[in-house]
């Protein structure tokens, strides 16, 4: 965008007592620095004042900048502490007057700055843009000015602002939110971001010149946090308890994408009597942003876990009749399967997959811990309204009631829930039953491969998943994955073992350690939510996309200088593609991939999925590694 070395000859001569540079560079810094303030602060008076204070301190202290090549970055810091004063002297008045006379017009400031731009661009469109940036907080004006026109990473932000990098991305998740909804407000969807981070960059570019050269890229407005793209479009108070509850049901769908990820928006301008409901999360959808009823409605949601708490949770959801009173089960996800009942047309779908949140947050259970949950809180801006349960007991069961005033937990153990006949079905005998289920769901397991390479080598690998927990007693998961330097990792119930191609152990841990950051159905969370809790288990970032038209949703992790990107498959709740994206100190990059296939028939399958065979020895190291495994691997020290 700009080149830094044109300053370093001036700032040099400038510091050894030469006025001519000096004056060179500041005339040569004026025009950048003012477009750096006004896209901040939005006022041309103000702008003027900040820029010939800063440029003044530059002539005060010049002498003590040590690095010549550094320069911008450090008038940078000095502008963004006039601009910092200047909001600390008005909020201190309690208000901060940006009167309309101060602004310049669309049309004022086109002319200014571009003649072409404003014969190709609508008055009314950058009026709207103007005014969306206008009404977001100065702290996200700051960071979207460093992110978008700065092009500064996310470290160097956190350096500026003197915050941690994960409260830089933090911050400028909130800003890309708070633009999404002002722009919402004016007709305009969440696809037009990008543009209009744009237009405003055009808008207030210094020049026709640089306004031609204003270019933002999908990769530069990615947080690494959760993203909360689907927004809620009703205000229905249950809404508001389905969501306190972290209670998850949606259809949807997403993007399979290359290593870099273009930017796809749901379309929400269409209403639900203008779609075709067709699934069983679309009803669910349908059914909550009905018109709201005078009446409170009470929820509960019940989770309960055979093994301990840490294991696989079965869930049911009992809705209340605002019209009858009568309470029902809405939907169970328990051992078998994963059910939904239609009270309106008293049908029972049977579904693929389990339920995810409408806003795309991550589901919370009762029995997360504190780490946990000020992490998802954190990346979320999203607190746990659900009261933590400690428990290392078998057969516990969690019923948390919902009302729009309160939330509040019982808790029992009941060791033989599931073979009691009121947690499996209250629904009507006569209810029809509608069985979406592919093949292999039905069958309740099945096998997998893996194909793909990372950093140049090979990477192949099979595999068994149950999808449900009552079969995976009988049709364990097991992994076994080979890589072209010539490591194995093998995965059973029992250890889960790294070893080199001549048999040398390299590492042992418990068994089931290398299905983190893989979807795990028999644990009873979708595999949105398996993957983006593994990450928060070990403080990874994280965004979510979610689009309905191809069923698919992408999960990018991101860690230093690691990005890892799943593609997920919404309905049959399994993970279709991993990439991967490294650059070292150096500055090398290395990618790869992750193809997953699972058989829909199983009949001839031979002895390419011979269950693997593992001696019994106690596991050396009890804890894996969670989902850095995946990170260790793709960075070419996994079992070192």
């Known amino acids: 965008m700009y080149d830094n070395t044109e300053y370093i000859d001036l700032v040099r001569q400038a510091q050894l007592g030469d006025r001519d540079s000096l004056d060179k560079l500041a005339q040569l810094v004026r025009g950048r620095l003012r477009t750096y303030v006004y896209r901040i602060l939005l006022r041309d008076d103000v702008t003027e004042d900040i820029v010939q204070e800063s440029l003044l301190e530059m002539f005060k202290v010049l002498g003590k900048l040590k690095r010549a090549d550094r320069f911008w970055p450090w008038l940078r810091a000095i502008a963004l502490n006039r601009i910092r004063h200047y909001y600390s002297i008005k909020s201190r008045q309690k208000t901060i007057p940006m009167p309309s006379e101060d602004w310049d017009s669309p049309e004022d400031r086109s002319a200014k700055n571009a003649s072409g731009l404003n014969r190709l661009l609508g008055e009314e469109l950058r009026q709207i843009v103007l005014n969306a940036m206008k009404q977001l907080k100065p702290k996200?004006?700051?960071?979207?000015?460093?992110?978008?026109?700065?092009?500064?990473?996310?470290?160097?932000?956190?350096?500026?602002?003197?915050?941690?990098?994960?409260?830089?991305?933090?911050?400028?998740?909130?800003?890309?939110?708070?633009?999404?909804?002002?722009?919402?407000?004016?007709?305009?969807?969440?696809?037009?971001?990008?543009?209009?981070?744009?237009?405003?960059?055009?808008?207030?570019?210094?020049?026709?010149?640089?306004?031609?050269?204003?270019?933002?890229?999908?990769?530069?407005?990615?947080?690494?946090?959760?993203?909360?793209?689907?927004?809620?479009?009703?205000?229905?108070?249950?809404?508001?308890?389905?969501?306190?509850?972290?209670?998850?049901?949606?259809?949807?769908?997403?993007?399979?994408?290359?290593?870099?990820?273009?930017?796809?928006?749901?379309?929400?301008?269409?209403?639900?009597?203008?779609?075709?409901?067709?699934?069983?999360?679309?009803?669910?959808?349908?059914?909550?942003?009905?018109?709201?009823?005078?009446?409170?409605?009470?929820?509960?949601?019940?989770?309960?876990?055979?093994?301990?708490?840490?294991?696989?949770?079965?869930?049911?959801?009992?809705?209340?009749?605002?019209q009858t009173g009568y309470s029902y089960c809405q939907f169970l996800q328990d051992d078998q399967g994963n059910y939904h009942f239609d009270k309106q047309t008293n049908t029972i779908y049977i579904e693929n997959h389990r339920s995810w949140a409408s806003d795309l947050t991550v589901r919370r259970l009762p029995t997360d811990n504190a780490d946990l949950q000020n992490f998802l809180s954190t990346v979320e801006d999203k607190d746990n309204q659900m009261e933590y349960i400690s428990s290392t007991q078998s057969g516990l069961l969690v019923v948390a009631k919902h009302t729009l005033q309160n939330v509040y937990s019982e808790v029992t153990h009941h060791h033989n829930l599931l073979n009691e006949e009121y947690f499996r079905y209250d629904w009507p005998t006569w209810a029809r039953v509608v069985d979406n289920r592919d093949k292999m769901h039905k069958r309740r397991w099945t096998y997998f491969t893996i194909e793909g390479k990372i950093n140049r080598e090979k990477i192949a690998g099979t595999g068994r998943i149950p999808f449900v927990y009552s079969a995976s007693q009988k049709h364990y998961p097991w992994l076994m994955l080979k890589t072209g330097s010539g490591i194995r990792i093998l995965d059973s119930p029992t250890v889960a073992i790294i070893s080199r191609a001549d048999g040398e152990t390299l590492a042992r841990y418990q068994g089931g350690a290398f299905f983190k950051g893989l979807p795990r159905p028999w644990m009873g969370l979708h595999a949105i939510d398996t993957i983006r809790r593994d990450a928060a288990e070990k403080k990874i970032l994280f965004d979510t996309e979610y689009f309905a038209e191809t069923n698919k949703a992408n999960i990018l992790l991101t860690s230093e200088e690691k990005q890892i990107l799943y593609t997920i498959d919404m309905e049959k709740d399994l993970v279709e593609r991993i990439e991967f994206s490294v650059s070292d100190p150096q500055g090398r990059d290395a990618k790869g991939e992750f193809i997953f296939t699972y058989l829909e028939d199983i009949d001839d399958v031979g002895q390419d999925f011979a269950e693997p065979r593992t001696k019994t020895a106690k596991p050396s190291q009890q804890n894996g590694m969670g989902i850095m495994w995946l990170i260790k691997l793709v960075a070419g020290n996994l079992g070192k």
């Open 140 to 322: 996200y004006r700051i960071v979207l000015t460093m992110r978008c026109y700065e092009e500064m990473k996310y470290a160097e932000i956190a350096e500026l602002m003197k915050c941690s990098e994960l409260n830089a991305r933090v911050t400028f998740r909130r800003a890309r939110l708070s633009l999404l909804k002002q722009l919402s407000r004016n007709g305009l969807r969440k696809e037009f971001l990008l543009s209009a981070l744009i237009l405003f960059g055009q808008i207030t570019a210094p020049s026709e010149a640089a306004a031609a050269g204003i270019s933002i890229t999908a990769a530069a407005v990615r947080t690494g946090l959760t993203a909360g793209l689907i927004v809620a479009a009703s205000s229905k108070p249950a809404i508001i308890a389905f969501k306190a509850a972290a209670v998850m049901l949606t259809a949807g769908g997403l993007f399979v994408g290359g290593t870099m990820l273009p930017t796809i928006w749901v379309d929400k301008t269409v209403s639900w009597s203008d779609r075709k409901i067709t699934t069983v999360q679309e009803k669910f959808e349908k059914a909550q942003t009905a018109p709201s009823q005078e009446n409170e409605q009470t929820e509960e949601y019940w989770y309960y876990y055979p093994s301990n708490s840490q294991g696989p949770v079965m869930m049911r959801m009992v809705s209340q009749d605002l």
